[in-house]
């Protein structure tokens, strides 16, 4: 071997060490979210660009994602520095598995998704980082029937009613619009809306006598519920041809409305009743495995996530929402403005009270989600007898949990093993 090859050798050797090296210096954020594409790729020039250290962005399915963490974890040493996923995503670890984040002097404008993020501990064992949500939006011609006194931006499920009775009576027809067709998110409503804000669970409170007068409540808003709302699917085409003037949806099925006519609507939160605001929030958060390389660096990315300038392009490149108080800029399009302002008021209203979305169902979600839109369908379409229902239906769903063995989320109180239906 010539020394010119030798010496060549030696560069592309140390070239191998340097370029190591250089990755492994990389902070490497493991996560579940922002994995399409564009998404990823705007996490990593929009968002993560602006952090004083290099950051590897890699979002995976939740089947990887775990198998890795389990797999350093158990060999008390790995590359993870930060782990962004869904609540359901920690709730299901260890919180031993967590370093505590208490210290960080970083949260959510959210006393209620602070508490989840304790994962039943005392302390922060991940920091909230982004939500997204469903919410309530109307035709500013509605606006004028709101009963007296009523603040839009703290509805009661009463005041609801009333003001669709309202409008009812005002224009000759029923102008509220929920998702009940085929394609709609009815399930959710019920899942993440009325059952937190009438029973304070979703499942151990699921024929409770509290969900009877649920279920009352439900007919009453029927009553002024258009009838066509059972094709119903994206209640932003309702909006814009004036079926509906108020309309309960997830933010990305409204927001066409918004962005075609800005001016004309307006979007707020969902209504509370007598166990709190029930809202349905996608909670995303940042946590920090115990076998992190560099806590420090570690620590700095998940204080710079919750930056309000890093909150705001994140919205920008995932379209989730910040959790922490921002004031949104004007280049946004009117519909991430008017939903961003109503998800916040919703998520740190002092009533909050939030169903989560079901986990640990595996394939029976499917099944989980049936029971609450066939039970809307028998009660308030066909109109059979409340309890009746309710009692007949919990046996499908006490079948669901107990096959699945999916322990409780919230707002229903804690479990070991399948969550009961009492």
């Known amino acids: 071997m010539t020394l010119k090859m030798k010496l060549a050798g030696a560069a592309s050797g140390l070239a191998i060490v340097v370029a190591a090296t250089a990755a492994q210096a990389d902070v490497l954020f493991w996560s579940t979210q922002a994995k399409p594409v564009e998404e990823s790729q705007a996490m990593r020039d929009q968002v993560l660009s602006g952090h004083s250290e290099a950051v590897d962005y890699q979002p995976n399915d939740a089947g990887p994602w775990i198998t890795r963490l389990q797999a350093e974890l158990e060999a008390g040493t790995g590359t993870i520095a930060v782990l962004g996923g869904l609540h359901g995503d920690f709730s299901a670890m260890n919180p031993d598995d967590l ?8 949260m959510a404008a959210s006393g209620t998704f602070n508490d989840l993020a304790k994962l039943g501990t005392d302390a922060m064992q991940y920091i909230p980082w982004m939500q997204a949500s469903y919410i309530m939006a109307a035709n500013k011609e509605a606006l004028q029937y709101l009963p007296d006194g009523a603040d839009i931006n703290a509805l009661s499920y009463d005041q609801l009613i009333e003001w669709t009775a309202n409008v009812h009576e005002a224009v000759g027809e029923p102008k509220f619009g929920f998702p009940a067709g085929p394609k709609g998110l009815k399930h959710r409503f019920f899942q993440g809306y009325l059952y937190p804000s009438y029973t304070n669970g979703v499942v151990r409170t699921f024929a409770s006598d509290d969900a009877v007068v649920a279920w009352e409540k439900m007919k009453e808003l029927w009553a002024h519920t ?20 108020i309309a309960f949806d997830h933010t990305s099925r409204l927001a066409a409305a918004f962005n075609e006519r800005p001016d004309d609507f307006v979007a707020f939160p969902a209504p509370a009743g007598p ?6 929030p996608v909670l995303a958060g940042v946590a920090i495995p115990k076998t992190a390389p560099d806590m420090e660096a570690a620590k700095a990315l998940v204080q710079y996530m919750l930056d309000p300038a890093t909150q705001i392009a994140t919205l920008k490149a995932t379209n989730f929402f910040p959790v922490v108080d921002v004031e949104l800029p004007s280049d946004l399009p009117p519909s991430v403005q008017a939903a961003g302002n109503a998800v916040a008021i919703m998520s740190a209203s002092p009533d909050a009270n939030p169903g989560l979305l079901p986990a640990g169902l595996g394939d029976k979600g499917g099944d989980f989600s049936r029971v609450y839109s066939d039970t809307f369908e028998r009660i308030v379409l066909a109109g059979q007898d409340i309890r009746t229902v309710l009692d007949d239906q919990k046996k499908t769903l006490a079948a669901i949990m107990e096959e699945s063995g999916a322990p409780c989320w919230a707002p229903d109180a804690p479990s070991e093993g399948a969550c009961p239906v009492e």
């Open 99 to 106: 370093v505590d984040l208490d210290d960080l002097g970083v």
């Open 226 to 245: 258009n009838p066509a709302s059972t094709n119903f699917a994206f209640l932003q085409e309702q909006l814009l041809n004036g079926d509906a003037w």
């Open 275 to 280: 166990t709190g605001r029930g809202f349905m």
